[in-house]
């Protein structure tokens, strides 16, 4: 390990949150690049201070052993963020290498049960960190702009929502001012266990065309859309047509969601007594 080498594994061994804002910023290949000459275990815990977009990113320009070595030694709720950034096979191919131990762990808490806010949510959604100046926000947009919406959420360094921002908003704020001195903290959310009644009746729908959606430690696992919803609501209505997703309440839905929240007391009455009773394992409780 050269000089250069040795400065730089100090820095980020020393102040891993300054560098993982760096480092973020940089394009994969070179973020991948600087990270080379150091072993998985200082990579991990280093990674642990990125958040999961830019992880899974870097990740993926080692070979998949290295990035499973690497994954093995991530927080258990750090590798399920990252993990939710692969498709499928990826992930599997992955888990595949990793410890049978902690891949057991990770397989059971990845795979979020179906017709839940968590499964419908998108995760790749572009989310920001708390401390970086709007100017700095703004050329990550620039950059993942295929993964910006309208709604920008911002996360921590351990993936917990703090926030959110309007993209509006943060092209009309001061260049200098950081993400936290803006953003609104008192966000509404949806439950990843919610099923598809809690998810139609929360009231946000009233005001906001994609919602968060956490676990029950606050993790943010992704945005759920106001069209996807819309979707998966359509393709079970076509599968077996159960009341509460008949197509006279899924257009009552969809005036509540564009007039705003004096329908809500209809939709609820509708879902109340129009609902055939659930499979027992999709009656979960709304934290």
Not at 3 to 15: A, G, K, N, S
Not at 120 to 146: E, F, K, N, Y
Not at 152 to 166: A, N, P
Not at 174 to 189: A, G, N, R, W, Y
Request: overall charge negative.
């Amino acid at each position: 390990m050269n000089l250069t080498q040795q400065l730089r594994q100090t820095f980020i061994q020393e102040h891993p949150l300054e560098a993982a804002r760096y480092v973020e910023e940089l394009p994969a290949q070179s973020a991948g690049e600087m990270l080379h000459a150091m072993k998985p275990e200082h990579v991990a815990a280093f990674l642990e201070y990125c958040l999961p977009g830019p992880t899974a990113d870097i990740l993926k320009q080692y070979p998949l052993a290295t990035s499973a070595a690497i994954l093995s030694r991530l927080s258990a709720r750090a590798a399920r963020a990252v993990l939710r950034q692969y498709d499928p096979p990826t992930q599997t191919s992955l888990l595949d290498q990793v410890d049978p131990a902690i891949s057991a762990h990770l397989r059971r808490s990845i795979n979020l049960p179906d017709h839940t806010a968590g499964s419908l949510a998108d995760p790749h959604v572009l989310s920001l960190p708390p401390d970086i100046t709007v100017a700095q926000a703004l050329q990550r947009v620039s950059q993942t702009i295929g993964q910006a919406i309208y709604y920008l959420y911002i996360i921590d360094h351990r993936t917990t929502l703090r926030g959110v921002i309007l993209l509006k908003e943060l092209l009309g704020a001061e260049p200098t001012l950081t993400l936290s001195s803006i953003m609104q903290q008192d966000v509404k959310v949806i439950p990843a266990s919610a099923n598809a009644l809690d998810i139609v009746a929360h009231p946000a729908w009233a005001q906001y065309d994609s919602l968060p959606v956490i676990d029950q430690d606050h993790t943010f696992i992704g945005a759920l859309r106001h069209r996807t919803l819309r979707q998966f609501l359509q393709s079970r209505s076509r599968d077996y047509q159960p009341a509460f997703l008949s197509d006279a309440l899924l257009q009552l839905w969809e005036a509540y969601s564009l007039s705003g929240i004096g329908l809500m007391t209809a939709l609820g009455d509708a879902l109340t007594t129009t609902t055939p009773p659930v499979p027992a394992r999709e009656e979960q409780e709304t934290p």
